[in-house]
């Protein structure tokens, strides 16, 4: 038995003796308290193994020391000294709380046994306690993988994806910090981003830890990263960081293929990241795998989605060589102007492909009509007018997803106006949807600031094919608002002017076009 801290507490200078003779033939460390007082301002201060304490004292008995140690330090275990066997002093003992008793005149044998036997019970309890612990971490971790597997699951937005990552494994793990990478197999880089809104970081494959991890897929665990020579210490020194326990592991999808690396930082309780550490990552590991890849497949059908829609929408506009392009900037108009109107995301998207869509209708028009170099008829016109029924016709076929379900509204309202006076329904006011009354600001102002293949005539002037000059324009706009068009959309259209005409300037807009125009809206 290992040497062991015993407090001796008995008011008897004998009793003491033979404790002190025994305990140290036994290799125990002792210390003596005369009386139950002493011994309760020893305890106070110092930590034993085990107390001996003798029943009857006076100040304080062995049975009143006990009730109060019990309050400042439940775990240490007590040997009641008796010299009654009567039934009536062992059940004031058992009630006690003490672990056992001893009969006095005892020998060094019982002595031993007891000390024994004591010593190895706490040392079992000892074990269970930590595999009690141990246990509570477990389930601790197991329900915080069920919440971010729950929670990585249901996000297929890649920007937002990314961050919740980063703060839930940093949780989970008890680390400083957490970096994900994704790996672009074709530069032959690793990336990663600190935050929305600032540039990639990014590192070539195989360099520093976690270049090293995605190239060779395999785990790097270590206890101070700054022992390493491939370590790049730099980050740390500008950022005033210590770097120090590292546990960096490679993601892989159901393929076996490494698509990212997760790197974990310094375990906050200073420690190093141990196997219950790489098991819990390898773990979480599984589910960023499948949130990245469902985001990531998310994107391309996303971005092949909008590839679609962009090339019909510009297949369109190109049926005629002056609306080429007409859609893309009425989209761009319409976004800047929603934004300034502080519409938000999901809106902006309905937005998007409403403006990409508004004039698809067009398909449905004969050549004869689209492209006549002249003002047109009674009949063409109404052939041309029913435009809009035709996008309407057209977009009901398209399987939008739920989110988007009003693009093809939005797109068919754009000829509407706000007394009622457009086509083709006659809608007024707030029956036309929102996103209609901005797709048709952006389409009008980009009408008129387009060329034409037929010279437009005003009662005064004869305006050529050129477009018409910026300021008329602007007018024609500013004139229409309670009438053609929705007075708040006028007026966050004529705020944000300046970055339509920015956004174009020396491409669709001539440079001495818009600077002009610019320069006389800055002067008031
Ligand atoms: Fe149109
Ligand atoms: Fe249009």
């Known amino acids: 038995m290992a040497c062991k801290s015993i407090l001796v507490v008995d008011d008897d200078f004998q009793i003491r003796e033979i404790f002190s003779q025994m305990l140290e033939i036994l290799g125990h460390q002792y210390q003596y308290a005369a009386d139950g007082l002493e011994a309760y301002h020893v305890l106070k201060n110092k930590e034993f193994d085990l107390v001996l304490c003798d029943i009857r004292m006076p100040e304080m008995d062995g049975l009143e020391l006990i009730k109060e140690i019990e309050k400042i330090n439940p775990d240490v275990p007590f040997i009641m000294v008796t010299g009654f066997s009567d039934e009536y002093t062992y059940d004031l003992v058992m009630k006690s709380g003490a672990r056992d008793f001893i009969m006095k005149p005892f020998t060094i044998e019982e002595l031993e046994n007891k000390l024994n036997r004591i010593f190895k019970e706490l040392c ?4 269970n306690k930590s595999l009690l612990e141990k246990q509570i971490q477990l389930n601790k971790r197991l329900s915080a993988l069920l919440t971010i597997a729950g929670e ?21 793990m008890d680390a400083e910090r957490t970096s994900l990478y994704i790996i672009d197999g074709e530069s032959g880089e690793i990336w990663t981003k600190v935050a929305q809104q600032v540039e990639e970081i990014r590192v070539p494959l195989g360099s520093g830890i976690s270049g090293r991890v995605a190239e060779s897929g395999k785990t790097i665990n270590v206890t101070d990263a700054w022992e390493l020579d491939y370590f790049d210490r730099k980050f740390d020194v500008k950022n005033n960081f210590r770097t120090r326990s590292v546990l960096c592991m490679p993601i892989t999808n159901r393929s076996g293929e490494s698509i990212a690396v997760i790197q974990v930082i310094n375990r906050i309780d200073g420690g ?3 196997d219950d550490d790489e098991n819990l990552l390898k773990a979480l590991s599984g589910q960023i795998a499948v949130a990245l890849e469902n985001s990531f497949l998310m994107e391309e059908l996303q971005s092949s989605f909008e590839g679609f829609i962009r090339t019909l929408s510009a297949a369109v506009d190109a049926r005629h060589r002056f609306t080429a392009g007409h ?16 519409l938000d995301a999901g809106q902006l998207e309905t937005i998007k492909y409403a403006a990409l869509l508004h004039d698809i209708g067009k398909i449905g028009i004969r050549d004869a009509v689209l492209m006549k170099n002249g003002p047109f008829t009674p009949e063409e016109r109404e052939e041309m007018n029913k435009h809009p029924a035709k996008t309407l016709s057209i977009l009901k076929k398209f399987h939008f997803p739920k989110r988007l379900e009003q693009v093809p509204l939005v797109a068919t309202y754009h000829h509407e106006k706000i007394d009622g006076s457009g086509y083709f329904e006659g809608l007024a006011g707030s029956e036309i949807p929102f996103g209609s009354r901005i797709l048709a600001v952006a389409d009008v102002f980009d009408a008129l600031t387009s060329r034409r ?7 005064d002037a004869i305006l050529g094919h050129n477009p018409m000059p910026l300021a008329k324009a602007v007018t024609i706009m500013k004139e229409g608002a309670g009438s053609h068009f929705d007075q708040e959309v006028i007026n966050a259209f004529l705020s944000c002017l300046p970055k339509i005409l920015t956004l174009y300037r020396g491409a669709h807009f001539p440079l001495e076009y818009v600077d002009e125009m610019i320069a006389s809206l800055q002067a008031g």
């Open 124 to 127: 079992v309890s000892e074990e």
């Open 152 to 172: 990585l699951s249901s996000e297929l937005d890649f920007e937002r994806l990314f961050p919740l990552i980063v703060s839930r494994v940093t949780v989970a």
């Open 272 to 274: 190093h990241f141990d």
């Open 327 to 342: 859609s893309q900037r009425v989209t761009e108009y319409s976004r800047i102007i929603a934004e300034e109107l502080g």
């Open 453 to 459: 293949d037929y010279p437009k005539y005003t009662k």
